[in-house]
């Protein structure tokens, strides 16, 4: 689970603010080569996501 919040600005001016939360699914794939060795070390990738807006109370 991430969580986290959004702040919208205009001229300088703090407008409004959301806070969302996303559900993320990984899968690990140990690198097989040097060249995904390089870009992704401990071979973690996002395999799905889902997000929303929660509802504020």
Known sequence: RVAWTERHFENGQLSSTERWTAILTIVIQPPRDAERLRANPLGIYVNAISW??????
């Open 52 to 57: 929303s807006r929660e509802m504020s109370q």
